[in-house]
DNA sequence: TATGAATGAGCGTTCATTCAT
DNA sequence: TATGAATGAACGCTCATTCAT
């Protein structure tokens, strides 16, 4: 019954999901390095068939920046729904880094910021961060002069501090989001020398 | 006196250093996409002058990096003598923040992980920066557990947080130091959940 | 019945062995001076081509040394089942003059030593050669001390010797081979001051 | 009392021999691969003094050549005077073949054909080869229709037959001068295809 | 639609040669 | 005169991208 337009597109939809999965694990082994023959080896496709699918190695990119920035949206809505702001916070920032562990693409990052779709992703992530935040702050958690930027720039900050670190313990990177998360804390805070900055 | 074959060697030695101060600069700019030629049209020298004075790329990212650990080193070893080991702990970060902040070399970090030279540099750095951060624990104006290692890294955390930040102001780093540094102050510290690395 | 994916692949193989039939021709005409771009030239294709057939220019020079080798080893096995030995080494002896003659890939001889399929196309040479000479041997055409070694080093001396004249008459090499040729015989032969080398 | 100009002349001439030496040297062992780098490096000057002596590597390679002739041309000189013109033709055959087999300069004797001195050297040993060749012709040791050129072109037969070899005895050569010289000779000869060629 | 062969710009590197010292 | 630093053309090779099948 199933119009066959319908089943192409279901395929179609299939391949692309298991080329960004693939891409994405292919970029966290092998970074900049990666080729798009790699990925296509990887996802078991020929490499036209990547081209196809993204336009540009860019646009491949791209798609799975969007697809992390929408992972984190989306966790960052869900928390703030909590009932203990701190706790919430402190999740999120757990659920980034792990994330970021798993699937490091600070390559990427750069490289995709004029993509709009990423623009778009960014600021959904953003929206998202205002209200996890702000209910923190509000509840005394973290310091008053906190903002979602600073949440948003420091996000990644626990995993970076561990890429130097040769064969790190998978779990070292929650000795510094620790660290970090008690700098955002009131208690014993010191005035900060610069304004947070106001992200697009 | 005057040393008569030094002449040569005097115009080599500035084309080095002019060339290790343009290769910095566009490997700051440009990351890994930074190509020789890139490096040599900076320089204002042709592209084989690069290989002269380094045999290699890799060699010349080992080079630039050697350098700056090196600064860093000598900037540990001049505060470590400093009477306030707060004030020496929190200015050796700054200079550290800001040498990165000029010149990011991220993606070299790992590249030349395996060169000796770089090995040997970041040894040292580890040597100085243990007695600075000793002193200051000793002095209780850092947490009794953080350790050189810490230090080493989140010592670059600061300017990590910033390159999201599409043209940030060129201080704003100074904000996340600040963070981070109320991080690592004893008061309201909370248990960290994972031991220090223990680094080469 | 027809094999609907082949047409892509006799495309390929196509290009392949007008690449093989280039490259040998512009081997022989520039030796070791010849580039990949030369041979891309020299075949109609772009110089990425060549690398999708031949993953190196030692792998492409291989090829060319195997397809040698292998016809040379056809030729003697062919020859041996002649009724008259004598006259069929000759005839293999001037199969393999006359090849030399057309593509003279001396340079490529060392060069493809320890290459895996090299090795074994001339293993195989040398057993059709035992082959054609041993019987040669047996019939009394050659000395009784000739062996199939020596065959193989004075294979390519006709074509040697007359690569040294500027502009030579194309069977000038005849004399050469009718000569060396005539010292293998039994007649009028010289006890030999060397034992016959064992080759792999 | 001697002038300092003779001096300056006596160390060039000095000079000058030691980094054909060197060259000689390097050019057997590597061939083609063969860097002017390398050729300074083994005489112990700098890169700058081979082009003072020679105005390009091909000038170098054509000196050496040049040099290799002249003591050919000297034994076949010498040996001409010999009594016994079988036992000279042989004895000069023996030379030239030694010659080349310590200093291997095959790839180098295209390259220097047009080089003038190399053409006059070449036809310096043709003319002392006539007078040997035509010697142990009128002796009936070797063929009637052997001519100079043949001898000329033979030469090097026995290093090039071995040169296949992977670790060849340093004699083996002669197992196969001695199969050639057989064929020179008349006892049991065939008559040759091809007329003996005309050298310049 | 999916394939993979072809493309060609660009890469890191080498080396004969020139030239200031 | 001898040096060795600088040059730049050329090399082998890679890879994102295009396109015929």
Redesign the pocket.
């Known amino acids: 019954m199933a119009p066959p337009v319908r089943t192409?597109r279901a395929?179609?939809a299939r391949?692309r999901a298991s080329l960004l999965a693939a891409a994405e694990k292919v970029f966290a082994e092998k970074g900049h390095?990666?080729?798009?023959?790699d990925i296509a080896v990887a996802a078991g496709?020929?490499?036209?068939?990547?081209?196809?699918?993204f336009?540009?190695?860019?646009d491949l990119i791209a798609s799975i920046v969007c697809d992390h920035l929408a992972v984190l949206s989306g966790a960052a809505r869900k928390f703030a729904d909590s009932s203990d702001p701190g706790e919430a916070l402190l999740e999120f920032l757990t659920v980034a880094a792990d994330q970021r562990r798993q699937h490091d693409l600070t390559f990427a990052q750069t490289a995709s910021d004029h993509d709009p779709r990423v623009v778009n992703a960014r600021t959904e992530l953003h929206e998202s961060l205002d209200v996890l935040v702000g209910r923190a702050r509000e509840a005394g958690v973290i310091r008053a002069d906190i903002t979602e930027a600073d949440v948003f720039l420091l996000m990644c900050a626990p995993v970076h501090a561990v890429e130097n670190v040769a064969d790190p313990s998978p779990t070292l990177w929650r000795r510094y989001l620790a660290i970090i998360f008690d700098g955002l804390r009131p208690q014993g805070a010191h005035p900060l020398p610069h304004p947070a900055p106001v992200l697009p």
């Open positions: 192409q395929d179609a391949n390095a990666a080729s798009v023959a496709v020929a490499k036209g068939t990547v081209f196809r699918h336009a540009t190695k860019e």
